[in-house]
């Protein structure tokens, strides 16, 4: 059928997570430094409780430290600023997580500015958002950071591509976009009110869709031999009633047309935790040259 590569994201996921496993080996011998990464979960949502586990499975396995901090859902918000203060302080911590959504008695972005911005392996605090539109150096969001890592792995200099990303979140669509103008893409930013969105994704050499819409992008969208990059994780019924995860993109019709393509599951989804442990590391290593 298709003439796509498809990019294995479980392997190149699992490539960072060695590499960051040997970094964290070498801090260890020459700093006497272990990374350490600070996971906050309030509530007993069952999706964030597997984010959770699996984030303190794999920090651990790359010879990092884990503290999960797990919060009843009724805690206040006074009480989490109070947590987020002490894990700034700690000097054991480098990378602080707070696992969304958070209930709705807590505001989540006053919870986010409080993160001390030098630990903030999410990305999302304003002084970090500021840095990467700046293009300065800064903690840059895991998933569109996975993303490019993916393209990169195709097609190592990106530079000139006309890149088009679908959707405009602040976690996936902006930031994405942000990354791939440093790599020097002539970067399209389509989103729900973009005009002829087929004919705007037909210019990409590289698409990177984050919607949320079920193969929403269909083959003839794609440009022969373009760089699909599939961020939508979507749960939609399949045969026999059973639950089956699917993305954004048409995938048995696009792979017949783009030169590579992540499938769903198994692209980028698995990329966002190896690139939360490089972040952590990068965390540890510059908040301890700071402190000598
Ligand atoms: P979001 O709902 O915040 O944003 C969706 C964006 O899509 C919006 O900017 C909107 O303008 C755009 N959009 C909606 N309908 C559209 C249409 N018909 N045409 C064009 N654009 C349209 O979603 P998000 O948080 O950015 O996530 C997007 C998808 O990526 C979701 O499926 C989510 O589950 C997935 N996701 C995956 C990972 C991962 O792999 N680790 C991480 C984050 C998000």
Same mark, same amino acid.
């Given at each position: ?89 700690? =000097? ?93 893409? *002539?970067? *399209? ?82 990329? *966002? ?14 908040? =301890?040259?700071?402190?000598?």
């Amino acid at each position: 059928m298709a003439g796509a590569k498809v990019i294995d994201g479980k392997a190149i996921a699992a490539e960072v997570r060695r590499s960051v496993a040997a970094d964290v080996e070498t801090m260890r011998r020459e700093a006497g430094v272990t990374p350490g990464l600070a996971v906050v979960l309030v509530g007993e949502d069952p999706a964030s409780q597997v984010y959770v586990r699996n984030k303190a499975h794999q920090t651990v396995e790359a010879g990092m430290r884990s503290f999960e901090h797990k919060l009843a859902a009724s805690t206040s918000e006074a009480d989490l600023l109070k947590l987020i203060a002490d894990l700034n302080r700690s =000097t054991d911590v480098h990378g602080i997580l707070v696992q969304l959504p958070l209930p709705g008695q807590i505001d989540a972005r006053k919870v986010l500015e409080a993160i001390d911005p030098a630990k903030d392996v999410d990305g999302f605090h304003p002084v970090n958002v500021g840095r990467l539109s700046a293009g300065e150096r800064s903690l840059v969001p895991c998933t569109p950071a996975g993303c490019v890592i993916l393209a990169k792995s195709v097609q190592p200099e990106l530079k000139g591509l006309e890149a088009v990303v679908i959707g405009r979140s602040n976690i996936v669509g902006k930031p994405v976009a942000q990354l791939l103008l440093r790599e020097d893409c *002539t970067v *399209t930013i389509a989103h729900s009110r973009t005009r002829d969105l087929p004919a705007v994704v037909r210019r990409g050499d590289l698409v990177i869709a984050a919607v949320g819409r079920p193969g929403m992008v269909r083959g003839d969208w794609i440009k022969p031999g373009a760089i699909v990059i599939d961020v939508g994780i979507n749960r939609v019924e399949g045969p026999g009633g059973k639950a089956r995860l699917v993305g954004d993109v048409a995938y048995e019709e696009a792979a017949r047309i783009a030169g590579a393509i992540t499938p769903v599951p198994g692209g980028v989804g698995p990329m *966002t935790i190896a690139c939360l442990l490089k972040n952590t590391v990068s965390a540890a290593r510059e908040q =301890t040259s700071r402190t000598g």
